[in-house]
């Protein structure tokens, strides 16, 4: 399917030229809003964009210390199990 899709881009004159010329756009894109800032439109929806930051960094810090809780629980084993081999 992708082969397919790539081939009918390919035959309607889209090349890599193309989708290279799309990508430098898109990237200029990005710059004139890192340097003049957001426009309006985008403004307006700052704050949900802030909001789903703050809920995914504490929902990483929370997967996070579940993680170590885990790790921290199962140390004495694997300190016992690399003693037996050894290792420590």
């Known amino acids: 399917a ?20 799309l990508c430098l756009l898109l990237e200029l894109l990005i710059l004139c809003i890192i340097y003049t800032g957001p426009p309006a439109w985008l403004q307006s929806a700052q704050p949900i964009g802030r909001q789903l930051r703050q809920s995914w960094t504490a929902w990483a810090v929370r997967r996070g210390r579940l993680i170590y809780d885990a790790a921290d629980a199962a140390a004495p084993h694997w300190v016992a199990r690399l003693r037996e081999l050894g290792l420590l």
């Open 2 to 21: 992708y082969h397919h899709f790539v081939v009918t881009l390919y035959r309607s004159g889209f090349t890599m030229l193309g989708l290279l010329g």
